[in-house]
Nanobody, 125 residues
Framework: QVQLVESGGGLGQAGGSLRLSCAAS????????VGWFRQAPGKEREFVAA????????YYSDSVKGRFTISRDNAKNTVNLQMNSLKPEDTAVYYC??????????????????WGQGTQVTVSS
């Protein structure tokens, strides 16, 4: 079992930055790929970014590529999402998720076994 808790959400301004953190507890967190997903009101949950268990590879959606950076520290059981150049369309609830899956399925929410409760990010124009 892995428990995930997100923090760092809040109100940001367009062009500004926010940093989200995902703290994990439980066994073998370092064995899991970790992804960030977001869901805006009235929209489906969408992939934002992911990092593999080995920290060797990162993945981003086109909408955040070049603005967001995902990182992890397996020794501290944390995964961070640095969000720069924020846009109002980044407003959503952001979820941290962990799972073991083929790389080809990383952007899909289905293979992730564990999810945090989510943290709200609101970007004002």
């Amino acid at each position: 079992q892995v428990q995930l808790v997100e923090s760092g959400g809040g109100l940001g301004q367009a062009g500004g930055s926010l940093r989200l953190s995902c703290a994990a507890s439980g066994r073998s967190f370092s064995n899991y790929n970790v992804g960030w997903f977001r869901q805006a009101p009235g929209k489906e949950r969408e992939f934002v970014a992911a990092i593999t268990w080995s920290v060797r590879s990162t993945y981003y959606s086109d909408s955040v590529k070049g603005r967001f950076t995902i990182s992890r520290d397996n020794a501290k059981n944390t995964v961070n999402l640095q969000m720069n150049s924020l846009k109002p369309e980044d407003t959503a609830v952001y979820y941290c998720a962990a799972g073991i899956m083929p790389i080809s399925t990383i952007p899909s929410a289905l293979p992730y076994s564990y999810w945090g409760q989510g943290t709200q990010v609101t970007v004002s124009s």
